[in-house]
């Protein structure tokens, strides 16, 4: 059983279209994040939930709306897809906010192709 | 004043080797932690630090929490092909947001057969 799954593993899609990223967590966390991985390999949390409260919303554009329909899932939605949006985005989980160790579960990550 | 800085961006080592990274910041820490990403895998958690100066062992690696809580260390011994990967550390926001790390710039390790 894969603890963070995220799907799709890859999308390409052209400027300007709408797409979705699915996350879903089956360890009982209560805390779920999104971060994106850029080209250069660094990693930036954009958003986190708490039992499907949202509590860090980092600088992010508005095109970009997560929304948490229960504390197990974490979607990711963007709007009108620019090609700066290209980027590896990983979905992660923790227990209490990282709870004493800072341990956060990632997913495999959705690798996003904006042509 | 949160960025992290890890050094080297980039090592070729042959297989049995030991690895040396590290991470520095201008900043004060009370934890650092040092994530591992495989190639096409999500980070996943190694070693966390807690106390200036304390050294941690899991497995073939080491980390040490500096003394002056701006700077940690990894160390990899007797390299082996499955550590090939990115080599992150990390801080957590205090507060409430524990959670929300701060990741370095990452040390990509190649190991030769």
């Known amino acids: 059983d894969t603890a963070v799954s995220q799907t799709p593993k890859y999308l390409v899609t052209q400027m300007g279209n709408d797409k979705s990223i699915k996350c879903e967590q089956n360890?009982?966390?209560?805390?779920m994040y999104w971060y994106k991985q850029d080209s250069k390999k660094f990693l930036k949390i954009m958003f986190s939930?708490?039992?499907?409260?949202?509590?860090i919303n980092e600088t992010v554009p508005n095109r970009f709306s997560p929304k948490s329909p229960d504390k197990a899932h974490l979607n990711l939605h963007i709007n009108s897809l620019e090609l700066g949006d290209s980027a590896v985005y990983f979905c992660a989980s923790s227990q209490v906010e990282g709870g004493t160790t800072g341990e956060l579960f990632f997913g495999e990550g959705s690798r996003l192709t904006v042509l | 004043g949160q960025q992290l800085n890890q050094n080297p961006q980039s090592m070729f080592i042959q297989e049995g080797e030991d690895v040396s990274m590290n991470c520095t910041s201008s900043s004060i820490f009370n934890t650092w932690l040092w994530y591992k990403q495989d190639p096409g895998e999500g980070p996943v958690l190694l070693i966390a630090l807690y106390k200036a100066g304390e050294l941690t062992s899991n497995g073939r690696l080491t980390a040490q929490f500096g003394i002056t809580r701006k700077d940690s260390f990894l160390n990899i011994s007797a390299s082996i092909p499955s550590d090939v990967g990115i080599y992150f550390c990390?801080?957590?926001?205090?507060?409430?947001?524990?959670?929300?790390?701060?990741f370095g710039q990452g040390t990509i390790l190649t190991v030769h057969p």
């Open positions: 990390a801080r957590r926001a205090g507060g409430t947001s524990y959670g929300k790390l701060t």
């Open positions: 360890l009982g966390h209560d805390t």
């Open positions: 939930y708490n039992n499907k409260e949202l509590i």
